[in-house]
């Protein structure tokens, strides 16, 4: 294997072996200049919006491709390509046709300087052009405002099939009474009629010749049935709208569904025999039933699509028995490109139907009929409100490759995009509104051919032209462009800065033919020395000289005479090519300003060294790569401002270990706030804590007592740039004391006091009592008489006798 394919394979081991594999450069991502692969100026601009050609000759290094002179603009200029040597057009818009908006007011009377309805314009501007480059929009401002009586052509388009008669008396009235209403809105008012009932073939209607000519039942008279008649064309005469419509009869068909799709097509397509003005366009389709659609036809043989185009003769549909139903979105496309909005004045029982077939058709109202048509003046005045209350902005079909973006700003500061972007509603006639419209290309529509795009509110003549130049080529290739050039060996064109090199004609200076690419000769001089492959086994030898390879990642490329450099085998740090502070170039690291090393990854910036005191690590240490190396043993930290072992150090950080710790003290509420700037490690006891010895830095030991008198163990360290506790889970409480012998011991020595007390008094009063009666007998012993001879003695003992106790005896 070859010493540079050596290299790569340890690279890459090494690169595995750190698990930092990665051939990306993690701050820029795909490029899709460079992997657009150009190979002339053109292919380059149309890449992408950032993209730039490089024609300064001198520009390409050795090995590097014809395409690498594509690239984003800005490294472009990084790579040594001259600012007025890059090719980098940009596009413009310019207005052609800029007519301001008609500030017309709705005067009573005769008006003298009445402008014609092609003079009112309600949309600006009216054209313009677009110069697009590839991924880079051109935007614009399109002004709308609804011009303030503004001309209408209404048509009302009625369905004369039999259950449709009493509908036709209140019709018969309906010109002067709508002419009238109309007039509030606007003075230029036109008005016409037109009838349809069903193909005239089997089985829409019965082809016997009685039913063709009195389609009814029993003594009806009724008119032959018909597919569509133009009645009266617009016009402003309302009597004589009255007059032809009360001239009508009813006809019949057969089955339920009409043929009204018929008549509305042939009402779009006709412009000319139905009179239709460019000014605001109203159909009104007035019925009681269903209809048919595209396919229906085969029913009566008819398979042929409808056309689209106008058949009528001597103002009569013709063409009925020989073309389908038109499809829904034939219908739409036709009354869009006409500006028709529709009414569908259809009956209660059908509103469900025709409420679908608006959500698919723009610009279109439904109104519930009455069962005789009396209320269709009122119909018609609301849905005209609810279409010109809402503007709504259609394009014509894009180029391949066109995108087209809308932002409203509607009245009352409604801004709206995206899908929304097109449109405003709750617009008053006189209101003002504005769109602000993006355009967009990728690469080159349609060969660089001018394209014209249309906008317009639907419903509305008016539109706003846009002319679309795409930005195909560079100025360079119209410009001092040398055919043949010598510079080329006569082999090809000089243009922006490099050879064009004619059919069958390789190599940077189109030298070499590509039959004669793959010689010994040549294979030799791709080689740097004999033990070598061929362009350092990446890149090719064409024509003699090394193209190198393209890597999968567009901003990884090789270089050299030999393709031996790259720009992607630099040393990295924090998975960084060049730490993100350089350029890799041969394999070695350009730094940045204010960085160094290998990997650049070594700052020269001391400012992030700087301590409180504006002294560089604190007076303590030196600033290497911006990061302190403390010199002082005891100081820590990014700035050697952290002394864990100096005194108050325990006290410091007493009141957040504990609330993290055990979710107490007085930091409880604000911990996570204040009490997050150290890692919290806990341990079961002390035994387990670190000691000074375990560890390269200081370990300051702590106890601390919390307002419970419990004591907590911990450690506070400085390791590099965290910090770390550690702390004993739990914390050392002293005992409380046993209770039930306390309580036993006092109530026992209540009772033993109790009972000496008792002894004591007994014993006094027995020593009390025995002097007491010692007293007595002293006293008893020192008498001088008895009790008989006591003087004051008195006998208890009295003696009485009875008186005549004696003499009762006597007298016996």
Same mark, same amino acid.
Request: charged fraction near 25%.
């Given at each position: ?91 413009? =818009? ?45 935007? @614009?401002?399109?002004? @709308? ?53 069903? *193909? ?71 412009? =000319?025999? &139905? ?15 269903? @209809? ?50 529709? &009414? ?18 723009? =610009? ?9 048509? #009396? ?52 617009? #008053? ?24 795009? =249309? ?46 090199? @004619? ?103 001391? #400012? ?63 911990? *996570? ?140």
């Amino acid at each position: 294997m070859a010493v540079l394919a050596e290299m790569d394979l340890k690279v890459i081991l090494i690169s595995l072996l750190l698990g930092v594999f990665c051939y990306c450069n993690p701050q820029k991502e795909g490029n899709e200049c460079i992997s657009a692969n150009a190979k002339h100026c053109g292919e380059c601009i149309q890449a992408g919006a950032k993209c730039g050609w490089c024609e300064q000759e001198n520009f390409l290094k050795q090995g590097e491709a014809l395409s690498t002179r594509c690239d984003e603009v800005e490294s472009l200029k990084d790579r040594g390509c001259n600012d007025s040597q890059i090719q980098n057009p940009t596009g413009k =818009k310019g207005i052609i046709t800029n007519k301001r908006v008609t500030n017309r007011k709705k005067v009573t009377g005769v008006e003298t300087n009445k402008p014609k309805p092609e003079e009112i314009t309600q949309i600006q501007p009216q054209k313009l052009r677009l110069n697009l480059r590839s991924g880079q929009p051109q935007s @614009f401002d399109l002004k @709308f405002k609804r011009a303030e009586d503004y001309p209408i052509d209404l048509y009302y388009l009625m369905d004369l099939s039999y259950s449709m008669k009493d509908d036709l008396e209140n019709v018969k009235n309906l010109g002067t009474s709508l002419m009238l209403e109309m007039k509030k809105i606007t003075s230029d008012f036109h008005i016409g009629f037109g009838s349809f009932v069903e *193909k005239t073939v089997m089985p829409y209607i019965s082809t016997t010749p009685s039913k063709l000519l009195n389609p009814c039942t029993g003594d009806q008279n009724c008119t032959s049935p018909f597919s569509y008649k133009n009645v009266l064309s617009l016009t402003s005469d309302g009597n004589m709208f009255n007059s032809l419509v009360g001239k009508q009869q009813i006809s019949g068909n057969l089955d339920s569904p009409e043929g009204g799709f018929d008549a509305i097509m042939q009402v779009a397509v006709c412009g =000319k025999e &139905i009179g239709w003005r460019n000014v605001t366009r109203l159909l009104v389709f007035s019925t009681d039933a269903g @209809f048919h659609f595209a396919g229906d036809g085969k029913l009566g043989g008819i398979v042929l699509p409808n056309d689209g185009k106008c058949h009528l003769e001597d103002n009569v549909y013709t063409m009925s028995h020989y073309y389908d139903y038109p499809s829904i979105a034939h219908l739409v496309q036709k009354l869009s490109d006409n500006n028709i909005q529709t &009414i569908f004045a259809v009956t209660e029982e059908f509103q469900p139907v025709y409420q679908e077939l608006k959500n698919l058709i723009p =610009k279109s109202a439904v109104g519930t009929l009455s069962a005789n048509s #009396s209320n269709v003046i009122n119909l018609i005045i609301d849905a005209y409100n609810s279409l010109s209350s809402e503007v709504i902005l259609d394009n014509s079909k894009l180029p391949d490759g066109v995108e087209i973006e809308y932002k409203s700003q509607c009245k009352n500061g409604v801004v709206n995009d995206k899908d929304d972007g097109r449109k405003c509603s709750n617009i #008053s006639i006189g209101d003002e509104v504005n769109f602000n419209i993006t355009v967009t290309s990728k690469g080159c529509p349609n060969e660089g051919k001018s394209e014209t795009i =249309k906008i317009k509110p639907l419903g509305f003549t008016e539109e706003v032209e846009i002319i679309l130049n795409f930005i195909c080529d560079c100025q360079c290739q119209n410009n001092d462009v040398v055919k043949k050039s010598e510079k080329c060996s006569l082999n090809g064109t000089f243009e922006c800065g490099a050879c064009r090199c @004619f059919e069958g004609r390789v190599g940077r200076n189109c030298e070499c033919s590509s039959n004669d690419m793959a010689t010994d000769d040549m294979d030799q001089t791709c080689r740097k020395d004999n033990s070598t492959d061929i362009c350092s086994n990446n890149g090719e030898c064409v024509c003699g000289t090394c193209e190198c390879k393209k890597r999968p990642n567009p901003e990884e490329r090789y270089s050299g005479q030999f393709c031996e450099c790259d720009n992607f085998n630099c040393d990295r740090s924090e998975n960084k090519l060049c730490g993100g502070n350089g350029r890799c170039v041969c394999r070695e690291c350009i730094c940045d300003p204010m960085w160094s090393g290998r990997a650049c990854d070594c700052s020269l910036d001391n #400012s992030t060294c700087l301590a409180t005191n504006k002294q560089i690590c604190n007076g303590r240490g030196r600033c290497e790569c911006g990061v302190c190396k403390c010199t002082d043993p005891k100081f820590q930290g990014p700035t050697c401002e952290t002394c864990p072992t100096c005194p108050g150090v325990c006290a410091e950080h007493k009141l957040c270990v504990q609330c993290r710790a055990f979710g107490t003290g007085e930091k409880m509420k604000t911990c *996570k706030e204040e009490c997050s700037y150290f890692n919290l490690i806990t341990v079961k006891d002390r035994n387990k804590l670190p000691q000074p010895n375990d560890y390269p830095y200081p370990v300051m030991h702590c106890k601390e007592r919390d307002a419970n008198d419990c004591w907590f163990y911990y450690t506070y360290a400085v390791n590099d740039t965290e910090r770390e506790v550690h702390v004993v889970d739990k914390l050392d409480c002293p005992s409380g004391p046993d209770i039930i012998p306390i309580v036993a011991g006092v109530v026992a020595g209540i009772v033993l006091i109790g009972l000496a007390l008792l002894l004591i008094w007994k014993l006094l009063m027995i020593i009390h009592d025995r002097r007491e009666f010692a007293k007595f007998e002293k006293e008893k012993m020192n008498a001088k008489w008895d009790t008989q001879e006591n003087p004051i003695y008195k006998s208890p003992i009295n003696q009485f006798q009875n008186p005549n106790y004696g003499r009762k005896a006597a007298v016996l």
